[in-house]
Each structure stands twice: as structure tokens, then as C-alpha cells.
């Protein structure tokens, strides 16, 4: 025999029972993602921003521009967003020069060429044009990528009986532009 207090925990937990294929689920669910996309925007702050910028770059560094997209699609409005984007930049937390820095010497490390650093940094909504001793401050030159390619294809290796084509789109695929890559190829598979 079922106790009293059985009994009423028993119905107590057919009533909070959720059934996700139900059709009432499916109204609950809509109804909560419009209050979160709605309501939740209008109360989030510019001090809310602010402290999801401090979580986001506490990750890693990043650019305006990212942010402010991440911000968008995190539901902040567009002055909350500005607001927080601003104060980031007045206390040095953001700084879209020492992004782009960081970012062109990891990619160079890497072995990228100078297309791919060029298109990473417009992603991040940075002018490459715009940062100071662009490119000769970051070994950009010909010669420079020159001597990059030809480090990279010195680790590479390939059954391709045409070498030079096999190096070639190797090189186009890292990023560097056709003439070092047209270069570099002619050089590495004649030593071979």
C-alpha cells in the first residue's frame, strides 16, 4: 500500500514529467529562445559586455572586429556593444595592432605566405596598409618569403613525378603568391 506522502510524491513527479516531442515542448521551447532573444537583449548592458570582452580575451587576444561580431551574435545591442568596444580600447584590453602582430608572426612561424597573412588580418577586419613598417618590419619582402618557401620545401616531400608542379601548388597552398612560388619550385626541384 502506497503511504500519503508516497502518493503525493508520485504525483508530484508525473506533473513535472517533460515530454520534448510533445507539442506544448516545442511552443515552451520557441516561446523561451524569443524571451532570451528578446528580453535578455534589452537588459544586457555595456558592463555586461564589457565583462564578456574580459572573458573572451582572458582566452586569447583578439580583434575589434571580432568582437564585435561575437558581441552581435551573443545577443548585445549595437550601443552596448560600441560602449564596452570603446572602453576595451581606452584601457589597452584591446589593441588591433599588437592582434595584428601577434597574428602575422604566428602565421609566418607556421609557414604561411604572404596571401594567407593578408586575408587573415582583412578577416579581423585589419588593414594590413595600416600597421606600422607593413611588411618590411615582418620579413615580407620576396626575398624573405623566398628564403620561408624554400625552408618549408625542404621538409616536404613527394611521389609526384613532376616535382616542380607537386612544389608549386604546395606553395600556392600555404599562401604565397605565384611568382615566389613559381621561383622557389624551380630552385628546390632542381636540387632534387
Request: aromatic residues 6%.
Amino acid at each position: 500500500m502506497i503511504s500519503p506522502s508516497e502518493s503525493s510524491h508520485e504525483a508530484h513527479r508525473a506533473v513535472s514529467t517533460f515530454d520534448p516531442s510533445s507539442p506544448c515542448a516545442s511552443r515552451r521551447s520557441s516561446r523561451s529562445k524569443f524571451a532570451e532573444k528578446n528580453g535578455a537583449a534589452a537588459e544586457k548592458t555595456s558592463i555586461d559586455a564589457f565583462e564578456r570582452i574580459i572573458k573572451l580575451c582572458s582566452i586569447r587576444d583578439r580583434s575589434v572586429q571580432e568582437l564585435r561580431e561575437r558581441l552581435a551574435s551573443d545577443g548585445y545591442m549595437q550601443g552596448p556593444i560600441e560602449d564596452s568596444l570603446k572602453r576595451a580600447v581606452d584601457c589597452s584590453l584591446l589593441d588591433d595592432r599588437r592582434f595584428a602582430e601577434l597574428l602575422i608572426r604566428s602565421r609566418l612561424r607556421s609557414g604561411k605566405g604572404a596571401c594567407v597573412v593578408r586575408r587573415d588580418l582583412k578577416k579581423h577586419g585589419i588593414i594590413p596598409e595600416e600597421i606600422d613598417g607593413w611588411p618590411d618590419a615582418f620579413e615580407m619582402d620576396e626575398a624573405a618569403q623566398e628564403r620561408r618557401a624554400l625552408d618549408l620545401l625542404d621538409g616536404f616531400s613527394s611521389t609526384a613525378q613532376d616535382l616542380w608542379s607537386a612544389a608549386f601548388r604546395h606553395l600556392l597552398a600555404k599562401g604565397y603568391s605565384t611568382a615566389v612560388a613559381t621561383r622557389v619550385a624551380r630552385v628546390w626541384s632542381e636540387k632534387k
